[in-house]
């Protein structure tokens, strides 16, 4: 493996600003025949992250949204400014997991139905901040966290870029952009496909990553939270020990990269990781006997440095997302950047695929694990494990997309076996997002009414909720 800054060349650069002038000249014509459209998308993120990031990934999808090339297109929620995307409990840095509301626990009980001894959900509604509301459902049942992990690895990537920079945030910029990584063997196996963007044939390629693929640590981050790619994952699990390690000195050489996990004791390693992945865990307030990432997410990462289980609560994901919106995982801009990679993820999936939320902006991870064993009549299919079936979401929504009349966190773990669990948490989305609009319904109509009275209507108590159905619809997006 090889580290190097990135240099762009002379064409590089011209295609870039060439890239910006179209842009440009898009905007421009958009602008002059819709004035509204203009002043709320000019900027519409991600479409002017490109140059800022390095994400080739949101070139293509700028692109997309300028309809000068064919590709899916982003719901309405998706399409937030920069700006916009922003970490929102600030001044309410003292807020913690304020005591159960029972209603509302029985209310989310009903949505989950005959299942639900086999769920595990933690619900925030920040809709009334001053009148937050939290319910939980088997809250403290620990689970395997599956791809939600990935957390914990940008968590432990960006407390170590605050350590040796705790002052400097263009130092930590520099570290995430100009750094470029190429792949090796520690990316083996990985089924999970990413976007390439060719600069030199403004080309787009998907595929999984390969030995010798080369891009900024900035774009493995994003392969890690968008397409949940587990190379990326563990390539970053892998360079964060070296950060760690090495300090100032990282980028190192392949050669000093190559001798460290050669040559450095088993158990030095293990330490190491654990300094990476579970130190940030408990700096940052967190039960490390709650919520645990212990390991590499490949195969190779897991031979050559030995870790341990991983775990998680609803309960536990719940503060660290709630931390996130204060500013409190690890600080205000590292907080606000997690959040920013949970917002321009590739495709909504799963949870996030409910068609309640296109409208609404969605910052979300999602992981699961299943296996399957014969069984007389049953077909093993994606997502139906009859073994286990693991499916986890975390997720902050904002709804309305800017006008943010409902905001809530909702952190939600599954084991039901035999059945589509990504359609399963898509269908749950649904059922609480009707369920907290309806809630709030009296207090936003009041709020829109002109010369409203100062006596406020009784909330909405009586919501029947609608449990999950016992055979799921087909899901709207390919999961």
């Not at 792949?183 to 060719?198: K, L, P, Q, Y």
């Not at 300094?275 to 408990?282: A, L």
């Not at 068609?355 to 299919?381: I, M, Q, T």
């Amino acid at each position: 493996m090889q580290i190097s800054p990135n240099k762009p060349t002379n064409e590089n650069l011209s295609r870039q600003l060439m890239g910006l002038v179209d842009a440009a000249r898009i905007v421009l014509l958009l602008c002059l025949s819709a004035p509204l459209w203009c002043i709320s998308n000019a900027y519409a993120y991600p479409i002017d992250a490109f140059e800022e990031t390095g994400i080739g990934r949101l070139e293509v999808m700028r692109r997309i949204e300028a309809e000068t090339i064919k590709g899916r297109k982003q719901p309405k929620g998706a399409l937030l400014s920069t700006a916009e995307v922003d970490i929102r409990l600030r001044e309410h840095t003292d807020m913690e997991l304020p005591p159960a509301d029972g209603v509302f626990r029985r209310q989310i009980e009903g949505l989950l139905g005959d299942y639900v001894d086999r769920y595990a959900v933690s619900v925030l509604d920040l809709s009334d901040v001053d009148n937050p509301r939290y319910a939980e459902v088997n809250g403290n049942v620990a689970r395997n966290p599956g791809s939600v992990g990935k957390i914990i690895v940008a968590l432990g990537l960006y407390q170590t870029l605050a350590d040796l920079y705790p002052d400097d945030i263009d130092a930590r910029w520099r570290v995430l952009r100009d750094t470029e990584i190429i792949a090796d063997e520690f990316i083996i196996s990985d089924h999970h496909t990413v976007r390439m963007w060719d600069r030199e044939n403004e080309k787009l390629i998907r595929r999984p990553l390969e030995i010798g693929d080369r891009a900024s640590m900035m774009e493995y981050v994003d392969w890690m939270i968008s397409p949940s790619a587990n190379a990326a994952a563990a390539t970053l699990t892998k360079h964060g020990m070296l950060l760690t390690k090495f300090g100032h000195n990282y980028p190192v050489s392949e050669e000093v990269s190559k001798d460290y996990f050669a040559n450095t004791p088993r158990a030095e390693l293990t330490e190491q990781l654990a300094t990476f992945i579970q130190s940030p865990v408990t700096r940052n307030g967190f039960d490390l006997d709650k919520i645990r990432q212990g390991s590499f997410f490949t195969r190779t990462g897991k031979r050559k440095v030995q870790g341990t289980t991983s775990y998680a609560t609803s309960r536990e994901l719940m503060k660290v997302m709630l931390r996130m919106e204060q500013g409190r995982l690890v600080d205000e801009f590292s907080s606000r950047e997690i959040k920013r990679m949970m917002y321009v993820t590739e495709r909504r999936i799963r949870y996030a695929s409910a068609p309640a939320l296109r409208k609404s902006a969605v910052y979300f991870k999602s992981g699961s694990l299943y296996k399957c064993e014969p069984e007389p009549d049953f077909v093993c299919k994606k997502y139906h494990g009859n073994v286990r079936n693991f499916m986890n979401s975390v997720a902050i929504v904002e709804s309305p997309a800017g006008e943010r009349k409902l905001h809530y966190i909702v952190t939600l773990m599954s084991n039901v076996l035999r059945r589509n669990s990504a359609v399963d948490h898509q269908t749950f989305a649904t059922r609480l997002h009707r369920l907290i609009e309806a809630y709030h319904k009296p207090r936003l109509e009041e709020a829109s009414v002109p010369n409203a009275t100062e006596e406020k209507a009784p909330p909405a108590q009586s919501v029947t909720p609608t449990p999950i159905p016992a055979s799921p619809p087909e899901p709207v997006t390919d999961n």
